[in-house]
């Protein structure tokens, strides 16, 4: 038989207040949506601020960062730090919820689509091969610009790094053939041979002169169309014969965003003096033959990278301005460089203690 609780008494006591309880199923849902934003994968990628490295210093496996076989350097102070990003997401590597909410309040990191970061359709694979890829390129462009700024001549040679299969040139070509000459006329660089390959109609031959290992051959070599345009069906690579035999150890970092301070470090330690004074002085920035200073991603966050590994100085590219201004941790001084000679100028006026003239990415510049 049930008796029924007389009115005004209270039920029995279950150890657990209402507030506990409702304590318990707020954390009970929250874990439960951790544990389902962390299998949530999207399609971003977050880049963070990454480690800067000097160039003048050791490589993380205890060796000089740039060494030199061949020929004496001099000693030098100071530092020209090369910096990076961290880049989490992309193929093989997603990020999931959680990782995209802490990059969003964090203000130091870039939460940006996955598409703008890593081409549609390669595996990671294929992209760290391209990234060391172009580092190599990168590291080769470096010295030559360096030691062409020391007064040393540095022949370039375009070669050929691909051959499409099923193409004209398939025939004759091999990977590796060094271009000599077009139609009879010497060339020395891509844009010369595209020139010259488009003054052909579809269908026409070009007379090309390789060297293949240690033979010379002429070679007539049909074209066909493609995309409008006169082609060979090759892809064409730049080469250097440098000769000063320079090694740079970068690590496992990839890309060609440190072509720049390559060449400033490998400059300073093949000229008399301290390029840089003894001041910490980090940047970034593409380099090509003709020494013009390219653009790169994630500045913000190497601008933040720089100055938390102590640096005081920052060599920005021209073409960069617009996400430089507004950006410049407190404490960092940017100047805008838009070649090598302008770069090399501007570490000597800051070693010197000439900073006044120096030029900078302000809102106008950026507009440009």
Known sequence: MSV???PGSRPAHTGISRRT?????????????????????LPYAILKPGPAFNTLGRATDGRDLISVKDR???????????TTVS????????????????????????????????????????????????????QQVAVAVALRNLGLTVPQVVGVAQVQPGSPAAAQLRTGDKLLTVDGVKVTDGAGIREAIQKHKPGESVRLTVRRKSEVLTLDVPTKAAGGRTVLGIVLQTTFDL???????????GGPSAGL??????????SPGALTGGQQIAGTGTLAPDEQVGPIGGIAQKMV????????????????????VGHVPDGLTVVRVGTFSQARDAVESIAA??????PHCTATAAAR
Request: hydrophobic share 45%; glycine share 10%.
């Open 305 to 324: 990278g720089a100055r938390r590994d102590g640096a005081r100085w920052f060599l920005a590219p021209a073409d960069n301005c617009n996400e430089v």
């Open 87 to 138: 880049v989490y997401g992309g193929p093989g590597n997603p990020v999931n919820a959680w990782d995209v909410l802490i990059g969003w309040l964090d203000h130091s990191s870039a939460v940006l689509p996955e598409q703008e970061i890593f081409p549609k359709g390669q595996t990671s694979k294929q992209i760290e091969s391209q990234n060391l890829a172009d580092m190599t390129d990168s």
């Open 4 to 6: 029924a609780p007389e």
């Open 353 to 358: 203690h000439q900073t006044g003239n120096l």
């Open 21 to 41: 309880a409702g304590w318990l199923v707020a954390a009970f849902l929250v874990l439960t949506l951790g544990a389902v934003a962390s299998l949530v994968h």
């Open 261 to 270: 301070m390559f060449s400033l470090g490998v400059y300073d330690k093949l």
């Open 243 to 253: 000769p000063v035999n320079v090694v740079i150890d970068a690590g496992d970092v």
């Open 72 to 82: 004496g350097t001099f000693p030098t102070s100071g530092a020209l730090d090369f």
